[in-house]
T-cell receptor, first 116, second 110 residues
Framework: GAVVSQHPSRVICKSGTSVKIECRSL??????MFWYRQFPKQSLMLMAT?????????EQGVEKDKFLINHASLTLSTLTVTSAHPEDSSFYIC????????????FGAGSRLTVL | QKEVEQNSGPLSVPEGAIASLNCTYS??????FFWYRQYSGKSPELIMS????GDKEDGRFTAQLNKASQYVSLLIRDSQPSDSATYLC??????????FGAGTRLTVKP
């Protein structure tokens, strides 16, 4: 089955620094990947849709200049949290999948970001 | 109205009982429906997918879909303590738009 790898699984950084999270589809090509954020005891919130070779589509209320998304190849999308602050501390999860026919998403293991 | 609604729970059932999880959605044009299980601190994993009205069974899990009522449910038979998790209902409105419910927290007591 489809496997999505996400790295790093945990990151702790100082306020004001930038953090990059990678999402890779290991055994399939993903023209579209999705980035979610999940705060404790809350559901997944879609942040943006990452499209290979074009600009990401951001959900309302998500700052595109703060959450930079790059989808340079069919197997890799990156999310960079720029100038991170404590309120950005969250669980960030990417997903990808075959979005035709079965429309099944596979999730990465998630990245827990803690901003001090 | 939220796009995908679930009771947040917690839902508590004894071991061996049937757990029933419900979900409603607002977009009548939705075509694909999913149940994901999420353990605390982990990412969601797919349990069931359903695309047409009726029931779909997979082991101890049965998904039910009623598009006329815009309703999806998940039944877990012979519930086990290891089933204790948050269950997320997801609805795919079109090929690039998956929306999740807030999740229902299930606790199965030994």
């Amino acid at each position: 089955g489809a496997v999505v790898s996400q790295h790093p699984s945990r990151v702790i950084c100082k306020s004001g620094t930038s953090v990059k999270i990678e999402c890779r589809s290991l055994d399939f090509q993903a023209t579209t990947m999705f980035w979610y954020r999940q705060f404790p005891k809350q559901s997944l919130m879609l942040m943006a849709t990452s499209n290979e070779g074009s600009k990401a589509t951001y959900e309302q209320g998500v700052e595109k200049d703060k959450f930079l998304i790059n989808h340079a190849s069919l197997t890799l999308s990156t999310l960079t949290v720029t100038s991170a602050h404590p309120e950005d501390s969250s669980f960030y999860i990417c997903s990808a999948g075959v979005l035709s026919g079965a429309n099944v998403l596979t999730f990465g293991a998630g990245s827990r970001l803690t901003v001090l | 109205q939220k796009e995908v609604e679930q009771n947040s729970g917690p839902l508590s059932v004894p071991e061996g009982a049937i757990a029933s999880l419900n979900c409603t959605y607002s977009d009548r044009g939705s075509q694909s429906f999913f149940w994901y299980r999420q353990y605390s601190g982990k990412s969601p994993e797919l349990i069931m997918s359903i695309y047409s009205n009726g029931d779909k069974e997979d082991g101890r899990f049965t998904a039910q879909l009623n598009k006329a009522s815009q309703y999806v449910s998940l039944l877990i038979r012979d519930s086990q303590p290891s089933d204790s998790a948050t269950y997320l209902c997801a609805v795919n409105r079109n090929n690039n738009d998956m929306r999740f419910g807030a999740g229902t927290r299930l606790t199965v007591k030994p």
